[in-house]
């Protein structure tokens, strides 16, 4: 399968996708702007998101689920409540915010590393290209925002509510600015069209 039918696939998968809810919409017009580029098209993608993630002392990928997850900005509130719940049901949580994170491809390598230089300076610094096939080239990019702390542990809360305050307020904070560089990314895109 070449890279159009490949591209027409994704497409076909992120309408899909839109209709069931499944897309941060908080990206949807990067996607679009991206998928609007004929030499390239969006793969899975989100614009930063704070979540609480249950796992086992191992931190094994797999072995982490979601318990909470929000693409937009969250009050102290929302977040204690949710950890009053888990408190004594789930063993160990972890508050996690994380920045933006994009995977594209591109239909060679020449323009992924063009995309790839010229992003970095709009301050994605965590990119590069994670797969190259024969049709395509597969970039992800990635914002450097990030907070994780553990909050519960063996099943008991190891944070206050004050703490927690300054966690949700540095969090979004960062979330701003990893949505101050997805504007910037847009604006670049443009360009590209």
Known sequence: MGFEQ????????????????????????????INSIPDFYSLSSCSGRICLLKFDKTFKKGEKKFVFKKHEKVRTPE???????????E????????????????????????????VRNLGFKRGGIISIRKYEVIMEIE?????????ILDSKLVITKKFLDQLVEISNLL???????????????????
Do not use: Q
């Open 6 to 33: 490949r591209k027409a696939e994704a497409l076909r998968r992120l309408k899909r996708d839109l209709k069931e809810g499944k897309v941060d919409l908080k990206v949807l017009e990067i996607l679009n702007l």
């Open 79 to 89: 977040i204690w409540e949710k950890l009053k719940e888990l408190e004594g049901k």
């Open 91 to 118: 063993k160990n949580v972890m508050f996690v915010m994380e920045g933006a994170i994009l995977h594209i491809s591109s239909k060679n390598l020449s323009r992924a590393l063009d995309f790839l230089k010229k």
């Open 143 to 151: 914002s450097t925002e990030k907070v994780c702390v553990p909050v």
């Open 175 to 193: 979330l701003e600015r990893t949505w101050k560089k997805l504007e910037k990314l847009g604006e670049y895109l443009e360009s590209l069209k």
